[in-house]
């Protein structure tokens, strides 16, 4: 079946530091790739997606390349901020089915 | 717009108690999905729907029911609360049409615990 699996967490850096959150996927079809964050107390939101092979997602300096050779869709980050402590999603939606399928997610915390 | 909402945040049911968490959407959105999510895991689909009237079971339907008569509520049902529903309960919601990469949009999250 279709998974997600994201590097365990928590991850901790210091404010400044690079980014990187490994996210490899398994699909029975072509899918979409999605990043989603949750800040504390809140929802789930769309950080970032991309569609195809070669695609590059990116928004509030986030990036992540869509490489189907290794069926992966890792998240970074050059410079991160304490605002950017949250937990992030990996997910995957398979083109004509209506659920995504997410990771167990990863939680990052940004210390000053 | 006010998005996708959830009431309530939080609740606590004993064994066996019945309650129905609501959300509604302001987008016009045609999809609408209830998800929950448990500790250290991803979301899990329960139910969803694609338009008032239509509803269908996701990864975990068991335990739970829906109803979508408008556009904008999608309200989910507990029945007979178990410790195993204890859990938090995520809305979403997408506009999709057929070949699209739909955005869901997710609510703010009902956080139940069964005692």
């Known amino acids: 079946g279709d998974s997600v699996t994201q590097m365990e967490g928590p991850v901790t850096l210091s404010e400044e530091a690079f980014l990187t959150i490994n996210c490899t996927y398994t699909?029975?079809?072509?899918?979409?790739l999605f990043w989603y964050v949750q800040y504390p107390g809140e929802g789930l939101q769309l950080l970032l997606k991309a569609t195809k092979a070669d695609d590059k997602g990116s928004n509030k300096g986030f990036e992540a390349t869509y490489r189907k050779e290794t069926t992966s869709f890792h998240l970074e980050k050059g410079s991160v901020q304490v605002s950017d402590s949250a937990v992030y999603f990996c997910?995957?939606?398979?083109?004509?089915?209506?659920?995504?399928?997410f990771g167990q997610g990863t939680r990052l915390t940004i210390n000053p | 717009n006010a998005g996708v909402t959830q009431t309530p945040k939080f609740r606590i049911l004993k064994i066996g108690q019945s309650m129905t968490l609501q959300c509604t959407q302001d987008?016009?959105?045609?999809?609408m999905y209830w998800y929950r999510q448990d500790p250290g895991m991803g979301l899990k689909l329960i139910y969803y729907?694609?338009?008032?009237?239509?509803?269908d079971k996701g990864e975990v339907p068991n335990g739970y029911n829906v109803s979508r008569s408008t556009t904008e509520d999608f309200p989910l049902r507990l029945e007979l609360a178990a410790p195993s529903q204890t859990s938090v309960y995520f809305c979403a919601s997408s506009y999709s049409t057929s070949g699209a990469v739909d955005t869901q949009y997710f609510g703010p999250g009902t956080r139940l615990t069964v005692l």
């Open positions: 699909a029975t079809g072509y899918p979409s």
């Open positions: 987008m016009n959105h045609n999809y």
């Open positions: 729907s694609v338009g008032a009237g239509i509803t």
């Open positions: 997910a995957l939606k398979i083109q004509g089915a209506q659920k995504l399928v």
